[in-house]
């Protein structure tokens, strides 16, 4: 009986983390990155890195006020627009403005790259069509077009590049892109009846998507209409194409399911026709959907719910995965000693004390003192907080914007908190990941120097003591910033695939070594309190235990879990008293592991020397590693994070669907037959 106790672990299960849900306005795809670009209603760009499972890589940090409306990619160039009226190319590595153009001075609504990648279309909201071209790295002026009634809603180039179509309202119209005059102007069903989307396809014909719920086919060379479907009852706002160009994906408001047409020869008397025939649908949201994208055989959407879903366009495959709209990085810290709790939300924070419970009934604790909410630190509605914590003897709480730090003392009896001004060093600059020590320490990563910074924390005074330059080794942003128990070590992962160590030793500390780099991007890092070792996990579910003493790897698994390739490993759970357990989790699901003993096995060594280099699976691989086996799995819904409150207690935080959407108006509702 006592063997069993030590095996089992409270666990306080927080579901009154409520975020709001942030709609997404856009979606573009790389095909050369592999990466999702994503922006939402708030004014965030989110890159998901998609060669394995979807991962959230890197968050570019905007507010509402300069929200971006649409998104395209050149190879590796990311560009936007918005209503403030800027087009702006980004840098993926530092995350701010590359180059900053303003075309017409007015709202921009839409842009499009030609195949080529030489040019680029913006439409404005007072009807001006720009080409601008985006050579040599550069984004200039080229050519504007006539000046047309009503905004520009959409934008595309043909294959050949010179056409581009663009739709309004109450029409689609053809220009020449070298005249800037249009060839061709196509009239819908009213005058009123506003154009969303458009695709054009290999073949020239055009596809439009309109606010009556209709998609209308032309031909693009002599624009003479094909066909025209109802497939929704309003509003088609967003239509995609696979490769093939067999099968057309719309989506809307009402209702908001997502239609899968496909291509089909219909032969009538003697002659023989194409058109897009139903094939099938699929209802991953309730609420409306903005944007769409096909990728290889997955359909990716999302819309005013914030969900990112991913469904395959093949009818033998019905799975719907589902991705909520949580905050990059840490959201909890908590505070043992005090039994305290730290959420962080996009503009506050607030400071729960987590419930006791005494009496055992069954597998529930039955709580003696319920939870309770004691502080709540609000900012500005402009400002983001990026990163948050509370000290491990709940005697502190440091916060950062994007624009500044705060560093406040927390009392408890009575409750108050106290924010330190005066006196305070000026190293103590905006965070991007904020970690406190046991020893009273404070260590700040500062994103724009890549330096980590440490402090000493007194009573009512903050001494800065060193600042460790990562520059050398850190080239990308930081994603993952991980301290040892004892403040030996500290681990850093990157969004290029680098894993660093360093040697924390006060103004002494140097880099230790780097892991071999792995094909999958790092999504959790976890150290062991009692020996020197470091947990990876990698987004395609391999996990590695690194032993930073020996620089050698001691245990290691392939495919994880059944789930890996839909939700990556989110974070890493250590048992102090048992090395050999590890605790991985997912948004859908904990898995505890277990590493075993394995036989001894050769590897054979790539002849060629590239190869070898590049072939990091096997040099992650030696004859005496063990065996990480999953043994246990406990389901779950929208996981966002698990702590550890203790030996045998843990903390997980979650959000069910029906509360994540409560804050959006009720879904639209369609009527069916014979049912009111």
């Not at 998901?48 to 507010?63: C, E, F, G, K, S």
């Not at 002599?222 to 929704?232: F, I, P, R, W, Y």
């Not at 962080?344 to 607030?350: A, E, K, T």
Request: some cysteine; glycine content about 4%.
């Amino acid at each position: 009986m006592e063997d069993k106790l030590k095996r089992t672990a409270n666990v306080h299960s927080v579901r009154f983390y409520t975020i709001k849900p942030r709609a997404v306005v856009s979606l573009a795809h790389s095909k050369v990155l592999k990466c999702l670009a994503l922006s939402r209603e708030d004014g965030s760009i989110e890159l998901w890195d998609m060669r394995h499972a979807p991962y959230l890589n890197r968050v570019i940090q905007l507010t509402p006020e300069t929200a971006v409306e649409d998104l395209a990619w050149s190879g590796q160039r990311l560009f936007s627009v918005g209503l403030s009226g800027k087009l702006i190319e980004w840098d993926l590595d530092t995350l701010q403005p590359r180059c900053e153009q303003s075309p017409t001075g007015n709202a921009l609504w839409c842009l499009d790259v030609n195949s080529a990648g030489t040019e680029l279309a913006v439409g404005s909201e007072e009807g001006h069509i720009n080409i601008m071209s985006i050579e040599h790295d550069e984004i200039s002026y080229k050519t504007l077009f006539n000046k047309q009634m009503g905004r520009v809603l959409c934008c595309k180039f043909d294959k050949t590049d010179t056409k581009l179509i663009t739709g309004s309202v109450g029409a689609v119209r053809i220009w020449s892109v070298s005249k800037g005059t249009t060839l061709h102007t196509m009239t819908l069903s009213g005058h009123d009846v506003i154009v969303h989307s458009l695709l054009v396809l290999r073949n020239d014909t055009i596809i439009a998507g309109d606010s009556a719920g209709f998609v209308t086919v032309w031909n693009g060379s002599n624009a003479t209409q094909l066909e025209s479907n109802q497939v929704l009852d309003a509003n088609v706002f967003a239509l995609a194409i696979n490769a093939r160009e067999d099968r057309l994906v719309c989506s809307g408001k009402e209702p908001p399911m997502i239609r899968v047409l496909s291509k089909t020869k219909i032969k009538r008397e003697e002659s023989v026709c194409e058109r897009w025939i139903k094939f099938m649908q699929r209802e991953p949201h309730k609420h409306y959907v903005k944007s769409l994208v096909v990728v290889k055989d997955n359909i990716i959407s999302a819309g005013e719910d914030g969900l990112l879903c991913i469904t395959s366009i093949s009818k033998t495959n019905a799975v719907i995965t589902k991705h909520a709209p949580f905050l990059q990085g840490s959201v909890a810290s908590v505070a043992p000693s005090a039994n305290l709790m730290l959420l962080r939300y996009p503009q506050s924070l607030h400071l729960w004390r987590l419930g006791v419970s005494n009496e055992i009934d069954g597998q529930v604790l039955r709580l003696e003192q319920t939870p309770e909410k004691l502080i709540q630190l609000n900012v500005a509605a402009s400002k983001f907080i990026q990163a948050a914590a509370i000290s491990p003897d709940s005697s502190w709480i440091c916060y950062s914007t994007v624009d500044e730090l705060r560093l406040s003392r927390l009392q408890l009896d009575p409750l108050g908190v106290e924010r330190l001004t005066a006196d305070l060093p000026a190293e103590l600059e905006v965070a991007s990941h904020i970690i406190f020590s046991k020893t009273n320490q404070l260590f700040l990563v500062h994103a724009e120097s890549r330096q980590l910074r440490c402090f000493e924390l007194t009573e009512n005074h903050v001494e800065f003591l060193y600042s460790v330059y990562l520059s050398a080794e850190v080239k990308s942003p930081i994603s993952h910033v991980e301290l040892s128990s004892g403040g030996k070590y500290l681990a850093v992962a990157t969004t290029d695939h680098l894993v660093a160590v360093w040697q924390l030793d006060g103004k002494e500390s140097k880099h230790l070594l780097n892991l071999p780099r792995y094909k999958a991007v790092t999504t959790a890092l976890a150290m062991h309190e009692t020996s020197p070792h470091l947990v990876v996990a990698y987004a395609d579910g391999h996990l590695v235990d690194y032993n930073l003493a020996k620089s050698c790897i001691v245990s290691e698994t392939g495919k994880l879990v059944n789930s890996q390739r839909s939700h990556c490993i989110k974070g890493l759970l250590l048992d102090a008293s048992n090395p050999d357990i590890v605790i991985a989790y997912n948004e859908c699901a904990f898995f505890v592991l277990r590493s075993y003993k394995q036989k001894s096995r050769a590897l054979q060594s790539p002849r060629n020397k590239a190869k070898r280099m590049s072939h990091s699976e096997d040099a992650m691989t030696s004859t005496n590693v063990r065996r990480y086996v999953c043994k246990s799995t406990f389901e779950s819904q929208f996981l966002v994070q698990a702590c550890r409150l203790g030996d045998q207690e843990l903390v997980t935080i979650s959000i069910h669907l029906k509360n994540l959407l409560a804050p959006l108006p009720p879904p639209y509702i369609r009527k069916k037959f014979g049912a009111a």
